[in-house]
């Protein structure tokens, strides 16, 4: 309880501060007020002696500040530029690069396909190569056996058919050596 009145004490006081302090800034702001509406006075007095008729300074400084704007565009449009520019510029060194990369590249995958293309005709002459011995390896050795006897006989064959031949060549010389050409009819 004591808490509150205490509390309460110091609210009292702070509130009596408080108009203390409005009742003060109010007198400050009249004093202002007055002080202005003279400076003012003294302002239309001058724009009076020295233009003839009072300047809306307000406009004068609307004019100004459009200036200032436009100004502060221009430096802006030109910051934004410069920077646009500095960007691009970095963009076509960025795309000249990876065209460089993409380039190096693409000769090492040519080589790379090179070497392939290379690899595997060697390995279909290498595969050829071993079919073809792979017959004469893995043939049955009696099928061989008779292929070369059949072969065998098939020259002795033409031989006596050759020899044949041959004897009646031989006998048809010799009827023409003893000029007997009843054998060659």
Do not use: Y
């Amino acid at each position: 309880m004591q808490e509150l009145d205490e509390e309460r004490a110091a609210l009292r006081q702070q509130q009596s501060e408080l108009r203390r302090q409005a009742h003060q800034l109010q007198a400050d702001k009249a004093a202002k007020q007055g002080h202005l509406a003279e400076l003012s006075a003294k302002c239309r007095d001058v724009q009076l002696l020295k233009f003839g008729q009072v300047i809306d300074v307000s406009l004068l400084d609307m004019i100004g500040v459009r200036n200032r704007a436009a100004d502060e565009l221009r430096q802006a449009l030109k910051h934004q530029a410069s920077a646009g520019t500095r960007a691009l510029a970095e963009w076509d060194a960025a795309i000249a690069a990876k065209r460089r990369e993409l380039l190096a590249l693409s000769r090492e995958n040519t080589s790379a396909l090179s070497t392939v293309t290379e690899v595997t005709r060697t390995q279909r002459d290498l595969e050829a190569a071993v079919m073809a011995g792979r017959s004469a390896l893995w043939s049955d050795p009696l099928d061989a056996r008779r292929a070369a006897v059949a072969e065998r006989d098939k020259l002795v064959a033409t031989i006596n058919s050759r020899a044949g031949h041959l004897d009646s060549l031989l006998g048809q010389i010799a009827a023409l050596k003893r000029k007997d050409t009843s054998v060659c009819s």
